[in-house]
């Protein structure tokens, strides 16, 4: 059985599954990040090579129009095990020359597939659940904490939404942040050191929280069914419930 | 600021009565370099502490109100505190919420302050400060005010996303008897102005690439539940009515919470009925999304929902004839109608049928909710359901105890005082399905 270490990045990721068609013994994929000390595994470290990770793309993108998109997605969780459900479903695909998405009644298939649905959902709620603060003139900022790797889904839309403003969105545990402006985003590495925290937005805050408590109805309250779509973990960067 | 903290205080909370909460439908393309855009598919913001969803800043432009509708907190009798939002501090409210993500737009209603064009007038002006001199593409749903003028509503059109105008009561003689100044045909002519003024640019916007956008993500109304005693069928003939003849995109109802003393409304301190309205939305549902008839879903002779099993269960129950359904060789429509089979379901059951047959391990894999299929479903010649189909065993195993007792925490809800049988209740004529 061979470890095969890949850079944290998606190229590096699909060189790594290039390496891992070759193989014919066992192997298992992990992140560079994720493995630490000594494995009883044998260990190769695969770096990225942008020719190799093309061409597993392009093989991707003719098995089906989804097949990509999900793969990424999927491995955006982070979850354990996940790079190797992906490289078994497209053995599978690379097999039977076919789109292997609806071969939902294969585990690895389906750990696949639901993953890239959540990891979807998530980034979709985040849109939503992420708060700017004024810093000042045009640029606003935000912290941002999830177990998956958001950032690079939402980028996209803060970049197109917020056309006249210059967005920062820091993700400290992966020290990372989404970065927009002039029309264009990326993804930028936070320098080392101490993230100093973002300055208050006092006003429009307490004009916030003030909505937001006036908004509800007092008769119908149902603070189980608010947890269940803002779970306690969420609530730390969320304005409304911050001093609650 | 504290000014404006407390109006924001005053006409938030006026609002809070007013159910929609979508921001989907649309979809507005935003400038390059200017602020906001709007997702067809909407996004939600937030949750209230009433579990509901906050996407928009909902507000009264102004709470002041003539009217004397006997169950709306605002009525002019009431003894609450009233306040006005300017335009300019609106709109300037709006941007600054908008630009920190707290909300995808601006939800506008208003009471009516002096008249009706009075008071549409007012709005506009926020949303003319919005569109034109701020530029902002976000999302806006502006409430229509009943009796006002039709070129107020055109205008109003080319500005908001959505509009709406509040049907209210699910009857004529309710509307009647408790908002007698918010006469029938002030609702539903607006209604009909909008849905034809819509389709027209609908046209004009399939020959013409630069035509604008009249109110691109429809229309919607609101209905109080509740507070009369029309019946389930009443409203749900309504809003097939409503829907297939007004075009209309949702129609939300809103469970009453009695404040007034009018005799033939609840007393105030009664509970909502929030399982009855829970019910109602699921059977909207049915008729929009699963090719139901309002006929189909309740009958003269039982004009109430279950509130124990929801509307779909209670339909297979009472048809077994129609089951079991071969999840093989069904229709969509056909697989629609078995409990525990959703859109979505039903769809990757299609889909992956062309690469194979089904079995019934595939079925559960594909998100069908097998504790209730199981029953009414069969996959390459095996049923996984029980032996025992008698009506009282299946109603046991469909029965939502979780959900009933979870709304029915409030014992007993909302009952209207007057009772009436429901042929001598009609709804609104020209709209009713029947």
Redesign the interface.
Known sequence: MTLLVYENSWEGFLSAVFEAFKRKDGFELARADCVCGVTLFERAEIAAHEPHARRVQRGMDRLGDAVAATAYQAWLSEKDGIENSIVMMLKRGFGENTDPL????HPEI?AVVLASRHVGREA??F????????VHGDL?A?DFTHDYNLLPLMGEHFC??????RIVIRDAARRQALVTGR?AWEIRRLPEGEIAPLPP?S??E???R?????????????????Q???PLKYRAH???FQGK | MPDLMKKLEILGDAAKFDASCSTSGGGRAGKPGQLGNAHSCGICHTWGADGRCISMLKVLQSNACIYNCEYCHNRRENDVPRATFSSEELAELTIEFYRRNYIEGLFLSSGIVKNPDHTMELMIGTMDILRRKRSFGGYIHMKTIPGADQLLIDKAGLLADRLSVNIELPSERSLELLAPQKKPENILTPMTHIRNTQSMYLEDGKKFSHAPLFAPAGQTTQMIIGATPDSDLSVLRLSEGLYRKMKLKRVYYSAYIPIGTHPTLPEPGTPPPLLREHRLYQADFLLRFYSFDAKEILEHSSPLLDMEVDPKCAWALRHPEFFPVDANRADYETLLRVPGVGTVSARRILEARRLGPLRPENLRKLGIVMKRARFFLTAGGKYEGSARHDHPFLRELLSDHAQVSQLSLFADPAQPKLAAPVSALPAFSGLDSA
Do not use: C
């Open positions: 609806p071969l939902l009644m389906r979709h709620r849109l939503g659940l992420t708060r700017l603060k004024h606003y935000a197109a939404r917020f056309g006249d403003q029309g937005d006003m429009f307490d004009l916030w003030s909505y937001f408590d006036a908004i509800a109805n007092p008769a119908r309250k149902n603070l189980k069914l608010q269940k779509f803002v969320l304005t409304e």
